[in-house]
């Protein structure tokens, strides 16, 4: 929230909770005027041709998250699509300590690819290893600052990808 308050928001006048139903409500009646981003369905088909488990942790609201992988028509690629109970963004952290504490693999073993610096911290408190997109909330050197690899494509992340487990 200190995010939105430099920018100029002010909770005394409008709460929080107020501005993210607001949000929301407005992000809903447009969600699927966007499309994947270049090279999203390539990234996650060829994981799943290598038969490498991959999931979806995401402080999107659980239920709506469901409904927009499947939009993409991706649901089948994914073992798990985890979101949040309510609106509020809370839970992301507590969310993906649960998701690897029942992996059968080692914490070392997954790669969480991310877009902001919150998903660094997540990522870091999980004990995986991370890689970041540049382009989405948070700028470059933001996401340089977490010191770990910071791509500019999907593409880019692909071939990092396809390097690592060949």
């Not at 038969?51 to 499947?70: F, I």
């Not at 992301?92 to 649960?98: A, I, P, S």
């Amino acid at each position: 929230t200190d995010y939105y308050c430099q920018l100029g928001f002010d909770y005394q006048k409008d709460p929080y909770h107020q501005l993210a139903e607001e949000f929301i409500a407005e992000y809903e009646k447009r969600r699927f005027e966007c499309e994947l981003q270049p090279g999203a369905r390539e990234l996650i088909e060829l994981l799943s041709e290598r038969n490498l488990p991959q999931a979806v942790l995401s402080a999107y609201q659980h239920d709506t998250l469901l409904q927009a992988v499947d939009y993409f028509k991706l649901t089948p690629f994914f073992d798990d699509i985890i979101g949040l109970n309510d609106i509020y963004a809370a839970g992301k952290v507590e969310n993906g300590l649960q998701y690897v504490s029942q992996l059968h693999v080692a914490p070392d073993e997954v790669l969480f690819i991310g877009d902001t610096v919150h998903d660094f911290e997540v990522a870091n408190a999980m004990g995986v290893n991370c890689i970041l997109l540049a382009g989405g909330h948070n700028s470059r050197p933001r996401l340089e600052a977490c010191g770990v690899p910071v791509f500019d494509a999907l593409q880019d992340i692909r071939r990092h990808i396809s390097e690592i487990i060949n």
